[in-house]
């Protein structure tokens, strides 16, 4: 199983209950290039019906400048929770505002300068 990233494949590496990992095309021993996907089924109670929950992580080890060490990992993660009986519309609402909002201006200052407020 395969999954696709921007221009990239990944492959299935490992596999764990609700829980796959998938390595990039430049992932090696000592360089990380790892997508990692997770899933928690909602818990529903009398009163609420519950939440599912997902995970998707990206971890891939950067070159750096004017630092101490040559290389670090950067890590790209979303946590993300979806109640039971919410509509794919109001879902794919959610995903297309995110999207749009961490490749905006603002998104990339967050990531890039820690900048939460311009």
């Known amino acids: 199983m395969s ?17 796959i990992k998938y390595v990039g095309p430049a992932n090696t021993v000592s360089v990380k290039d790892i997508v990692t996907l997770a899933r928690t089924a909602p818990k529903p109670t009398v009163e609420f019906s519950g939440v599912g929950r997902t995970m998707a992580k990206l971890t891939r080890t950067l070159s750096l400048t004017n630092a101490l060490t040559p290389t670090a990992d950067g890590i790209l993660e979303l946590n993300a929770q979806v109640p039971v009986g919410a509509s794919a519309t109001d879902v794919d609402a959610l995903a297309t505002d995110f999207a749009a909002w961490i490749t905006s201006t603002q998104g990339k200052a967050l990531l890039k300068q820690q900048l939460i407020n311009q």
């Open 3 to 19: 999954l696709s990233v921007n221009t990239k494949t990944y492959s299935a590496d490992s596999f764990r209950p609700d829980t």
